[in-house]
């Protein structure tokens, strides 16, 4: 039964060209991460008052407020504008890396966030 199991895969030259394959899409895929990690994604809320940068690593690497959105009496409003660009850049980072992934394994795209 040992060897009949892989009659199915039509002998080794073409089990040899799959892992070819397969190396070939790790190296793609690897040299896909190391690009989206280097992006950087930015947004911006409240009309522009407050803007942030983040890494395709997820990092929150700038954030820039316009002096007159601070008010000391209106905190809340400062913090909610600040939470909103930052969601939006790190969904905007997020919609690349899915873009990216998928379309170089579209059948793997639906895998649970594997990649």
Do not use: C
């Not at 397969?22 to 690897?30: D, E, I, V, Y």
């Not at 990216?100 to 649970?112: R, V």
Request: hydrophobic share 40%.
């Amino acid at each position: 039964m040992g060897k009949q199991q892989f009659n199915g895969f039509g002998g080794g030259a073409n089990m040899q060209q799959l892992m070819r394959q397969a190396q070939k899409m790790q190296q793609q895929m690897n040299e896909a991460q190391e690009k989206l990690d280097a992006a950087e994604y930015e947004a911006a809320s409240g009309g522009g008052m407050v803007s942030v940068k983040v890494s395709g690593k997820r990092e929150l690497t700038a954030i820039t407020i316009d002096p007159q959105v601070v008010d000391p009496d209106d905190i809340e409003m400062l913090q909610d504008l600040i939470m909103a660009a930052v969601n939006e850049a790190l969904r905007k980072g997020e919609e690349s890396r899915e873009k990216t992934m998928s379309s170089m394994a579209p059948g793997l795209s639906g895998m649970g966030g594997l990649f």
